[in-house]
């Protein structure tokens, strides 16, 4: 199916979607844009909580609150959904008990990729997890910070931090 039918198609069923800069397929001249970006599509805190309850996984907050405008709270607001996906596919691969200590609040590093924007979530370190993380995955070699990076198969990356593990959801890991 083409890629204009398929957005077709979502965006008549009513999915939210957001389409980051370069996602016009043409230049007002004419001439080819780059690439697209993904299309990504963003869920509230409680659609969030209730998808992680449903698998198991619990989530912690420094500040014991959800505001995602306070660095010492755990929010989920505008997570993409692949993410949250994408913890559940951990969870069930795994068999770890995971415990979300960081989600879309404010005080993270930016960027494209980052935790605002929906593609971050931060898991406490438990042996079985980081046992699974560095056996199931291939390491991929240092972050400018030092953290070991790990990547999946299907391409997210977990990068270990000093007290956590910071994972980059690119898609939902086979989900």
Known sequence: MKLRSVLTT????????????GAASALADG????????????ISHSQATSMFQSSGITWS???GCSDR?????????QLN????????TLKSASGCALNVTGGTETG?????????????????LSSCLNSYVTGAFTYIGE???????????SG???????????????NCGGC
């Open 143 to 153: 972050r400018g910070d030092g953290a070991a990076l790990y990547e999946s198969a």
């Open 156 to 170: 997210n990356v977990y990068a270990r931090e000093s007290n956590h593990w910071d994972v980059t959801y690119y």
């Open 81 to 88: 959904l692949a993410s949250a996906q994408g913890a559940q």
């Open 108 to 124: 993270h590093a930016g960027g494209t990729y980052s935790h605002w924007n929906g593609y971050k979530l931060d898991f406490g």
């Open 31 to 42: 001439s080819p844009a780059a690439a697209p970006a993904p299309l990504v599509t963003k």
């Open 10 to 21: 979502l965006a008549l069923a009513g999915t939210a979607l957001f389409a980051g800069p």
């Open 69 to 77: 405008n306070v660095p010492t709270c755990t929010s989920f607001e």
């Open 61 to 63: 907050s420094s500040g």
